[in-house]
Structures are given as C-alpha cells and as structure tokens.
C-alpha cells in the first residue's frame, strides 16, 4: 500500500510513500503523517491511497499522526480547486488552513561543539578568519548554551540562508549539526473523570464527606476530578478513599476545549416580526434550500434594515433540515455580539467560533467537532470557509463588499469569492449580504445568475440618518489652520450630550499624529526598514512603524540638525481624543483602535461598556463603522473623510463611500433619529456627494462608467506580482524579466491576444521590513487565460534572491 503526500513547501509536487505494515489500518485521506524528505522529517498531508505507484524505489511512512482525519475527500476537493486557482501549493496551503500548532518535524539544530570551545574562540588568528557573519553565530551561540534551531540563527542574524556560513564553522569543529525532532505545540487535552461501581457497601462504612460525594458522582454521570476538588473539601483524597473501597473508578478521556464566552452584548429581542420585505427575502432563501441545489443571493439591506434577523431565520431553517451553515464576518471585532446573539438564539451546543484570536487547542479541537458532524453553526472571520463541515447547507457572508475577506499575506485568497465557489460544489445556498455591495457583487446581481432580494427600509418604520457634509476648507482657526472640530460637529457633540444620547466620532488613522517633523530642516522621522514615515503615540512616548512595529523614543532634538524644534503634523485617534476631552472635560470618552483593544478582552469590555450607557464619545478606527447596532447612538461624526480617497486604487472611490455609508448607518437605530456630520476637502466627488442621499444606486452608475470606460473589473481580470528582495537593484531586474518573458509569450502565443501589462513600478510602499517591492500587472479579459500566462512565466524566470508572490484578483494595490 503506498499514500500520496502533500507537505508544506513552496512547490506543487506531492510525494509517494510506503506504508508500512502495521500502519495499513491507520492510514486515511485527511490525516497527518510523519514522512522523509531529504534529509528531515515533515509532517505531510494524505491525499490519496494507492494500492500500487508508477515510480520505483520509494521511502517509507514513519508515523500516522491523527486516529482521525481532519478532512475528507469532498474538503480536499475544494482544497485543490482553491490552490490551483490561487496558483498556490496544495501542501503550502494545508500547512496554513489546518490549526496550527500540531505538526512534528525535524530541525537542523546548531550548538557549540563543548568546553574546548574557549581554546577554539580564543585564537586571535583563528578569530580572523572568521566571516563577520560566522562570528555572529557564535555569539548568539555562546548565550544559547542549549542551542538553536537554523530557522531561528536565520531570525537572529538577519540572514538567509547560512549554510555557506554553518559549514565551514563545522568543519572547524566550532559547531555540531543535527536532526532534532520537534513536538507538536498542541495536543488533545484530557482530564481524569469519576464514576461509581454498579455494587457498593452500603453507606454505614462511609464519613459524611465521602456519602456527599458518592452522591454527587451517581447524580452528575462522570464528572471529573478537577471539579469534585473545587466543588467538596478533601476531593482528591474522599475520592481516592472511595476507589480503594471500589466504590468508584477513574480513568481519563479527552476533554474538548472552546473558545470564551463573550459578555452578553445586546441580545435580540424575542418575538421579532418581519415586515414584508423581509418576509419576501426569508421566503426566496428558504425557497432555495429546499429546491437542493445551489443559489447565489445578494441580500441588498440599508443599514438598520434587518439583516440580521433574516439570516438567523434562515440559520433556524436549516438546523430543523439537520444541515449546518457557515456564518462568516470581515472583522474577528464582530464576532462577541454576533456570538452572544447566536448563543442566546440557538444554544452552544452546536455553535464553533474559528479566528485567528480563538487559542490554537480551542482551534484544534473546534476543527474535530465540525469535522465529525457535531457543531453545526460555525461563525468566524475569512479563514472559517475551510472548516471541514458536514452536511453544508448554507454560507452567509456578512459586509460581503468588506476587503477584509481578502488575505493578503501567504495564500492570498478571498473569503467570498470561495464562499460561492464552495456553496455550488455542496449544492448549498450562499447569502451574500451589504448595505453597500461590492461593485463586483451588485454587477453579478445585474448580469449574472446571483439572485437579488432588496431591504430598502428600516425595521419598525425607522428613518435613515439625516447626513451634512461639511467642507472644512472653510473651517479654519485664527491662524488660518484647518480645524479638527467643524463647528456643526462641536454642537452637534454638545447637543448629543445634553440629551444624555452617545456619538461615535470616526478616523481612520490610529495614533497621536500622522508624522513627526523638524520645520527648521525639514528632516522626517522615517522607519529604518520601511518607506514611511514613523506614527507619534503620545501615551507610549514613542513613534512606531505601522508596518513592521519598529519604534524609536521620541527624540528632544532634530538627528539632522540638532535643532530642538520637533513638530508633528496630521492627525490620529489619539490627538482625536486629546481633543475631545479638552472640549467636553464632562464626557465619558473612550478609544477604540488596535492600539487600545491590544490587550486581551479589551474590545469586548469597550462594546458592553457602550451598550450598557458608559461611554458618552467613542472615538475609534474602522472597528467602529461595521455591523455594530447600538440604539442610543444618536450622532456619527466623520472626522476626515478623504483618507480612503486618495489612495492609489482604482477602487478608492468605491471603498470611500462602502465606509461612510456603512459608519453612517451607527447611527439612529433606537427610538431617536440619527444624524451624521461629514467633514470633508472633497465635498463635492460623487462618493461624498451620494453619501449624502443613501444613494447606493446613484454610485454605482457613475463607478460602473468609471470602470467600464478604463477596462478595470467586473470588465476584466487581474493577476498581480509582486516581487520583493533585500537589493533594490536585483529586485528592480528580476521585475523586468519577468515583464520580458512575459511579452515574449504574449507576442509568440495568438491565445494571449488580449491581455495587457502594466509595469514594472515601485509600488506605493517601496520598502517594507528591508525589503524592496516592484509590481507588475497582468489585466485581460480571462482569468484562465492569465493564469496560463502566469504558470508560463514562472516556469522560465530565475529571481535568484528576490520572492515572487502571485495575487489573483488583488485587492491590495499598496
């Protein structure tokens, strides 16, 4: 019997392996193994099971990792469809989407080869010829007295790889090298447990104590041990004592770990009545899922419409069908209410929470329920399309315009796209739902097969939220400076406050100031690593890079020129809330960025906190602007709504006005009407301007003309490269070869007629983390045709020393 074996590495190719004997039984689609390659072990993927192969000599397994697989072959199926469309490697991607912690393998591990080491380092002509690098190693070394890993000499040094630096220090004798297996960081948890004998002695041989807890051991069926030691006095030795008399027996099972409970945030209330447009959108979704075959629906709400309520009817539909649904959202800060509504609703027996801040046994542990059929709602941001589930009947995908679906680092996939892609291949239905659809989304809703439901109105007859835009040109102080606060915002806040109502006033830019600068030479403070300039935190003291978290002490004089006469420019939440304390000292005003949600739990108590009236001004990034439904916010104030403007994006426009709409729609959804302040340099650009109206359609008719007019999506396809290196140089060449090779293709190939290239050119942020980044774009009216490009180009081209990422269908031009 041989298996078929994918392994996290960069290329496609997957191995054959023997299976031994006495491991025959184990092996199946969907479990871990233990295999060879080269000269390490790795954890691998089964992917098939082959009765004979086609090649000669093959390796061994060595170890089956999982008594049961942790996928099946239907999950591989879009598994496989999802990497070959993102061009990526099945083992790579594996090694990504499954919880992480629980693989083995082998590591080269460095140490210093012993006590003679002090006569080798000594040496002074022995030290010299020394590389500097070398000498480095074995400085890190000397402070490492156990060793380390090659991996993590890599991270220290700065350098990669060092095998011409390990070898010469090993022939030397300064170094040993060797395998070392490491263990999975997550394990099965188990806990000891307590059960009675079917005969016992009668209660006449037993104390008091022990009588309570043989009671308590009959009634609850097993408890475990950990329990009865919190629950009785004495526990541990009461229950020891019974089983010496064999009255009880303990033994250990596994024990499932789950993610927190979130507090209870703003519960639905129970006996909601649908008004007719949601009953029409329930009807047509529920009309799919008993038809068994898969529809694509855009659930079209404005916001306060009701959304919500729809999908957890559908949801209820499905559970009494015995199916399960995936519930996805852009953003892990909106899974505490969502979670606290679905717990209410539908218990937690059968719910799984799946993000990346859900700890990784939690994860691992959530994985197996979903795989073996026992949690049936699984709730979570981008990465919870890959759950193994069973019996799929229907994905919701909420704020499905919000970019945040789109992952761009490793496997650069987007969540809803793969939503639909993975409801047609289960033949389930896929609730795409906004208030502000992706352009992409509404133009299939018009031109292709997604059917369209619409929530025009507010539930319970609720007006939408009365907008002014405000042009702060005309806003300006006695010294002719732009002010933070619009004069119609001041009141508005004021009044708001005097009617005891809450406001939540929106940037997009955490920190205290955007830059720190000296007038006198012009010297900006820039990251070292990166091309941009270095955010001031005030609280901390500190200007951070917000791209590779480098940080530097705030200096008193100028590095440039000595001059003590450092300024900062722009604005951040932080500056934001100074502000507002020096405006409304009375106010009870808080933050809410991930500089102030860092610490575990601290966006939960932030949300309760506004819910339950304790916060009058929250003040706050992009967090504050998605799905969030709070009655009391009766005020949104948009401090700068022109940051999402003037980015270099094709589609600036649309996520301008995707995000005003969307922080607009906080506001007015209790007993009192909203209103919304828009402070903007650009008050006339059709974003801001359709804003205003609610006027989503309006939008879209200019964004479509826009994009049709310049051949941008839905009217084409992209792929994008971008190509990275330590040397701008060699980066900037292996950029140009790939646009070479590409045109030499394009010219010898007529089924490449069509597609046009857009570069090379730097891209908007040259340098991030030390590395130098080129783009190119491939456009054309196929993505089949641009993925056969691709493939070619990378076959033919050598970019020794720089890293190629593919990104199909990019969303992030930056």
């Given at each position: 019997?041989?298996?078929?074996?994918?392994?996290?590495?960069?290329?496609?190719?997957?191995?054959?392996?023997?299976?031994?004997?006495?491991?025959?039984?184990?092996?199946?689609?969907?479990?871990?193994?233990?295999?060879?390659?080269?000269?390490?072990?790795?954890?691998?993927?089964?992917?098939?099971?082959?009765?004979?192969?086609?090649?000669?000599?093959?390796?061994?397994?060595?170890?089956?990792?999982?008594?049961?697989?942790?996928?099946?072959?239907?999950?591989?199926?879009?598994?496989?469809?999802?990497?070959?469309?993102?061009?990526?490697?099945?083992?790579?991607?594996?090694?990504?989407?499954?919880?992480?912690?629980?693989?083995?393998?082998?590591?080269?591990?460095?140490?210093?080869?012993?006590?003679?080491?002090?006569?080798?380092?000594?040496?002074?002509?022995?030290?010299?010829?020394?590389?500097?690098?070398?000498?480095?190693?074995?400085?890190?070394?000397?402070?490492?007295?156990?060793?380390?890993?090659?991996?993590?000499?890599?991270?220290?040094?700065?350098?990669?790889?060092?095998?011409?630096?390990?070898?010469?220090?090993?022939?030397?004798?300064?170094?040993?090298?060797?395998?070392?297996?490491?263990?999975?960081?997550?394990?099965?948890?188990?806990?000891?447990?307590?059960?009675?004998?079917?005969?016992?002695?009668?209660?006449?041989?037993?104390?008091?104590?022990?009588?309570?807890?043989?009671?308590?051991?009959?009634?609850?069926?097993?408890?475990?041990?950990?329990?009865?030691?919190?629950?009785?006095?004495?526990?541990?030795?009461?229950?020891?004592?019974?089983?010496?008399?064999?009255?009880?027996?303990?033994?250990?099972?596994?024990?499932?770990?789950?993610?927190?409970?979130?507090?209870?945030?703003?519960?639905?209330?129970?006996?909601?009545?649908?008004?007719?447009?949601?009953?029409?959108?329930?009807?047509?979704?529920?009309?799919?899922?008993?038809?068994?075959?898969?529809?694509?629906?855009?659930?079209?709400?404005?916001?306060?419409?009701?959304?919500?309520?729809?999908?957890?009817?559908?949801?209820?539909?499905?559970?009494?069908?015995?199916?399960?649904?995936?519930?996805?959202?852009?953003?892990?800060?909106?899974?505490?209410?969502?979670?606290?509504?679905?717990?209410?609703?539908?218990?937690?027996?059968?719910?799984?929470?799946?993000?990346?801040?859900?700890?990784?046994?939690?994860?691992?542990?959530?994985?197996?329920?979903?795989?073996?059929?026992?949690?049936?709602?699984?709730?979570?941001?981008?990465?919870?399309?890959?759950?193994?589930?069973?019996?799929?009947?229907?994905?919701?995908?909420?704020?499905?315009?919000?970019?945040?679906?789109?992952?761009?680092?490793?496997?650069?996939?987007?969540?809803?796209?793969?939503?639909?892609?993975?409801?047609?291949?289960?033949?389930?239905?896929?609730?795409?739902?906004?208030?502000?659809?992706?352009?992409?989304?509404?133009?299939?809703?018009?031109?292709?097969?997604?059917?369209?439901?619409?929530?025009?109105?507010?539930?319970?007859?609720?007006?939408?939220?009365?907008?002014?835009?405000?042009?702060?040109?005309?806003?300006?102080?006695?010294?002719?400076?732009?002010?933070?606060?619009?004069?119609?915002?001041?009141?508005?806040?004021?009044?708001?406050?005097?009617?005891?109502?809450?406001?939540?006033?929106?940037?997009?830019?955490?920190g205290f100031t955007t830059f720190m600068h000296c007038p006198e030479c012009a010297h900006?403070?820039?990251?070292?690593?990166?091309?941009?300039?270095?955010?001031?935190?005030?609280?901390?003291?500190?200007?951070?890079?917000?791209?590779?978290?480098?940080?530097?002490?705030?200096?008193?004089?100028?590095?440039?020129?000595?001059?003590?006469?450092?300024?900062?420019?722009?604005?951040?939440?932080?500056?934001?809330?100074?502000?507002?304390?020096?405006?409304?000292?009375?106010?009870?005003?808080?933050?809410?960025?991930?500089?102030?949600?860092?610490?575990?739990?601290?966006?939960?108590?932030?949300?309760?906190?506004?819910?339950?009236?304790?916060?009058?001004?929250?003040?706050?990034?992009?967090?504050?602007?998605?799905?969030?439904?709070?009655?009391?916010?009766?005020?949104?104030?948009?401090?700068?709504?022109?940051?999402?403007?003037?980015?270099?994006?094709?589609?600036?426009?649309?996520?301008?006005?995707?995000?005003?709409?969307?922080?607009?729609?906080?506001?007015?959804?209790?007993?009192?009407?909203?209103?919304?302040?828009?402070?903007?340099?650009?008050?006339?650009?059709?974003?801001?301007?359709?804003?205003?109206?609610?006027?989503?359609?309006?939008?879209?008719?200019?964004?479509?003309?826009?994009?049709?007019?310049?051949?941008?999506?839905?009217?084409?396809?992209?792929?994008?490269?971008?190509?990275?290196?330590?040397?701008?140089?060699?980066?900037?060449?292996?950029?140009?070869?790939?646009?070479?090779?590409?045109?030499?293709?394009?010219?010898?190939?007529?089924?490449?007629?069509?597609?046009?290239?857009?570069?090379?050119?730097?891209?908007?942020?040259?340098?991030?983390?030390?590395r130098h980044r080129w783009q190119i774009l491939f456009k054309g009216p196929s993505v089949?045709?641009?993925?056969?490009?691709?493939?070619?180009?990378?076959?033919?081209?050598?970019?020794?020393?720089?890293?190629?990422?593919?990104?199909?269908?990019?969303?992030?031009?930056?």
């Amino acid at each position: 019997m041989f298996v078929e074996v994918a392994v996290n590495i960069r290329s496609p190719k997957t191995f054959s392996y023997e299976v031994p004997g006495d491991l025959e039984p184990d092996v199946a689609v969907g479990k871990r193994v233990l295999v060879p390659l080269g000269k390490r072990s790795v954890t691998g993927y089964i992917l098939h099971v082959l009765e004979t192969v086609s090649i000669g000599e093959t390796k061994k397994l060595l170890q089956v990792l999982d008594p049961d697989p942790l996928f099946n072959e239907e999950d591989l199926r879009f598994y496989r469809w999802a990497a070959d469309y993102y061009l990526y490697p099945l083992g790579k991607m594996l090694g990504e989407i499954l919880p992480g912690g629980i693989d083995m393998e082998s590591h080269q591990w460095v140490t210093l080869t012993g006590e003679e080491n002090e006569d080798h380092l000594s040496g002074e002509t022995r030290w010299s010829e020394l590389s500097d690098t070398q000498r480095r190693i074995l400085s890190i070394l000397r402070d490492a007295p156990a060793g380390l890993s090659v991996k993590q000499l890599c991270r220290k040094t700065g350098r990669k790889p060092l095998t011409a630096d390990l070898k010469p220090l090993r022939e030397r004798q300064l170094i040993r090298l060797e395998e070392r297996l490491t263990q999975p960081r997550v394990s099965r948890k188990k806990e000891r447990v307590v059960s009675a004998a079917t005969e016992d002695t009668g209660p006449e041989a037993l104390t008091e104590g022990q009588k309570r807890i043989l009671d308590f051991i009959k009634e609850r069926e097993c408890p475990s041990l950990p329990e009865i030691a919190n629950l009785f006095k004495n526990g541990r030795q009461a229950v020891q004592a019974l089983a010496r008399r064999g009255l009880v027996r303990t033994w250990e099972r596994e024990t499932y770990r789950s993610p927190e409970c979130p507090p209870e945030i703003h519960r639905l209330t129970a006996g909601i009545r649908l008004n007719a447009e949601q009953e029409t959108a329930l009807q047509q979704i529920v009309s799919g899922l008993s038809s068994g075959r898969f529809s694509a629906y855009l659930l079209h709400g404005v916001t306060g419409s009701g959304k919500t309520e729809v999908y957890m009817r559908a949801i209820s539909e499905v559970l009494k069908r015995q199916g399960s649904v995936i519930y996805l959202v852009p953003e892990i800060a909106l899974t505490p209410q969502l979670q606290s509504r679905l717990l209410w609703r539908f218990g937690d027996r059968e719910i799984a929470i799946l993000h990346s801040g859900v700890s990784a046994g939690a994860r691992y542990d959530q994985w197996r329920r979903i795989q073996r059929g026992d949690l049936k709602i699984i709730l979570g941001a981008r990465s919870a399309i890959f759950a193994p589930v069973r019996n799929l009947k229907l994905i919701i995908v909420d704020e499905e315009h919000d970019s945040a679906y789109k992952q761009d680092e490793r496997l650069p996939y987007h969540a809803r796209d793969l939503a639909v892609v993975r409801a047609k291949m289960h033949a389930a239905i896929v609730v795409l739902g906004s208030a502000t659809p992706g352009i992409q989304t509404y133009f299939n809703s018009r031109e292709k097969s997604f059917r369209y439901l619409s929530l025009p109105r507010r539930v319970e007859e609720r007006s939408l939220p009365d907008v002014l835009i405000v042009d702060m040109k005309n806003e300006r102080d006695e010294n002719g400076r732009i002010r933070i606060l619009s004069g119609p915002l001041r009141t508005a806040l004021e009044e708001t406050l005097r009617i005891r109502k809450q406001s939540l006033l929106f940037l997009n830019r955490r920190g205290f100031t955007t830059f720190m600068h000296c007038p006198e030479c012009a010297h900006v403070f820039r990251c070292l690593s990166c091309d941009v300039s270095l955010t001031y935190h005030q609280k901390e003291g500190i200007l951070r890079c917000h791209y590779c978290d480098y940080f530097m002490k705030v200096p008193s004089r100028c590095p440039s020129c000595q001059k003590e006469a450092i300024q900062s420019f722009g604005l951040g939440t932080e500056r934001l809330e100074e502000e507002i304390l020096k405006c409304f000292p009375q106010a009870r005003v808080r933050r809410m960025d991930s500089d102030a949600t860092a610490r575990k739990g601290t966006f939960e108590k932030i949300l309760k906190d506004l819910h339950d009236g304790e916060i009058d001004i929250l003040i706050g990034t992009q967090m504050i602007a998605k799905g969030h439904d709070y009655p009391n916010v009766t005020l949104v104030g948009v401090v700068s709504a022109d940051t999402a403007l003037n980015i270099p994006d094709f589609r600036a426009s649309e996520k301008t006005f995707q995000l005003l709409t969307q922080v607009s729609g906080r506001g007015g959804r209790g007993d009192l009407p909203g209103r919304v302040v828009i402070q903007t340099l650009n008050p006339s650009h059709y974003a801001i301007e359709r804003t205003k109206d609610h006027d989503y359609r309006g939008f879209f008719n200019e964004e479509i003309a826009a994009r049709q007019g310049a051949g941008y999506p839905p009217f084409s396809r992209m792929i994008q490269f971008l190509v990275t290196g330590l040397n701008r140089e060699k980066t900037q060449m292996s950029a140009e070869g790939i646009v070479a090779r590409a045109r030499h293709l394009m010219q010898s190939q007529k089924g490449l007629q069509g597609v046009s290239l857009i570069g090379p050119v730097e891209a908007p942020i040259a340098r991030i983390r030390g590395r130098h980044r080129w783009q190119i774009l491939f456009k054309g009216p196929s993505v089949r045709l641009l993925q056969q490009l691709t493939q070619q180009v990378l076959s033919g081209v050598k970019a020794s020393g720089c890293e190629i990422k593919v990104d199909v269908d990019p969303v992030n031009f930056m």
